[in-house]
């Protein structure tokens, strides 16, 4: 599968698509992160793992920056999918900035992609050119998205205006939180 390059992609989920929603499939469990899947949480960005290794020091300064003020709210903000033998998705649930409900840091490791683990917890594209300090690369990210989703779920993406309130938060930001 080709890799998505490394660019910001915001999406905006203004009400979720029951209809997407899906349960887990049998075998695999769901529980919040403890301090002890760490190192786990941060590799999973990475298929490779001389990439996790190599970005290890990132994921950890990362961590600090971000979400040493409240770790507790961070482990349990953070799910953790399981098999019988290790931990195969994640996703964060986390206020960016003190004042904006995100879901980030989703990602199934490969054996398991296209099992429902990480499916549809976004349904709208979201469309900007700036917020704050990043540049929403949602053109370059479309090609992507046509080529790696099934095309009927492809065909339901719809780009639309980002809120007001999104961007006034992302444009008060001074760092770049998610």
């Known amino acids: 599968m080709e890799q998505l390059p490394e660019k910001n992609l915001f999406m905006c989920c203004h009400e979720p698509n029951k209809k997407a929603f899906a349960a887990f499939p049998a075998g ?4 919040s992160m403890t301090a002890h899947d760490l190192p786990t949480w941060m590799a999973m960005p990475f298929d490779d793992p001389a990439d996790a290794s190599a970005y290890r020091p990132f994921m950890e300064e990362y961590v600090k920056r971000v979400y040493s003020s409240d770790m507790k709210c961070f482990f349990r903000q ?43 917890l976004m349904t709208q594209l979201l ?13 370059e990210s479309m090609s992507y998205l046509q080529a790696n989703m099934k095309p009927e ?11 007001a309130a999104f961007v006034q938060i992302m444009d008060e930001a001074e760092t770049e939180e998610c």
């Open 28 to 31: 695999v469990h769901v529980r």
């Open 78 to 120: 953070t799910l953790i999918v399981e098999d019988d033998k290790r931990i195969i998705g994640v996703c964060t649930r986390w206020k960016a900035y003190g004042k904006l409900e995100t879901v980030h840091w989703l990602k199934t490791v490969p054996e398991w992609e296209g099992h429902g683990i990480g499916r549809a």
């Open 127 to 139: 469309a900007g050119e700036r917020f704050g300090t990043r540049i929403n690369h949602v053109e």
């Open 153 to 163: 779920l492809y065909a339901k993406l719809q780009i639309v205006k980002a809120p």
